[in-house]
Structure formats: C-alpha cells, structure tokens
Nanobody, 125 residues
C-alpha cells in the first residue's frame, strides 16, 4: 500500500504565502515524477506543477508560473509546493500524486498512479 499525505494548507490573505508538503510512504515503489493538482469548487481537477524524480526538470501550469515553486527531497520521498503571491482564484483542494513509470504527459491526471487525500487552501480577498 502506498500512501501520500499532504499538509500545510490553510487560510491566507491574498498576496500571502503557503508551503504545502507531501510525504510518500508504504511499500517500496518506483517514482518517476511527483506532481501537484488542485480542484476548486464546481471545477475539474487541474494540473499545477510537476517534478521529475531525477534531474532538474519541473513543469508548471501557466496560471502559477513565477508564483509557485515545486521541489523535492528524494531521501525523504517528499515533495513541496511553495506558493507565493496567492490569489483568491488559487482557492482549491490541493492533491499530490505520483507517477511510478513514465506514462505520458505530466499534465494529465490519468497518468498518475497514486494520490493523496488533499489539503484545503483558501485565499481570502
């Protein structure tokens, strides 16, 4: 069983910052990439950011480029999302996900194998 546990969500004013963390645990599993997605009320889940587990490649949705930074700690099998200059439209439940083997585009949730339960981020105006 693979478990992903997100933390760090909360309520913040517009312009503020939050740092999300995601810890992976459980049986040994391969990790090709980890990512963050989000789902706002009444909307579909959307890609936010991804990082390959080796090397330095990262990928971001246009809506968060320049404001959010994804990073990882391979030894601890953790991934982080530093969110700065938050906007009310960033309000959503944020999920982390693992792609165990290369399955295609990092932007599509169907290519990820394991998901966390999510952490709520609320940005007030």
């Amino acid at each position: 069983q693979v478990q992903l546990v997100e933390s760090g969500g909360g309520l913040v004013q517009a312009g503020g910052s939050l740092r999300l963390s995601c810890a992976a645990s459980g049986r040994a599993f391969s990790t090709y990439a980890m990512a963050w997605f989000r789902q706002a009320p009444g909307k579909e889940r959307e890609f936010v950011a991804a990082t390959k587990w080796s090397g330095t490649m990262t990928y971001y949705a246009d809506s968060v480029k320049g404001r959010f930074t994804i990073s990882r700690d391979n030894a601890k099998k953790m991934v982080y999302l530093q969110m700065n200059s938050l906007k009310p439209e960033d309000t959503a439940v944020y999920y982390c996900a693992v792609m165990t083997y290369y399955s295609g585009s990092y932007y599509y949730e169907a290519n990820y194998d394991y998901w966390g339960q999510g952490t709520q981020v609320t940005v007030s105006s």
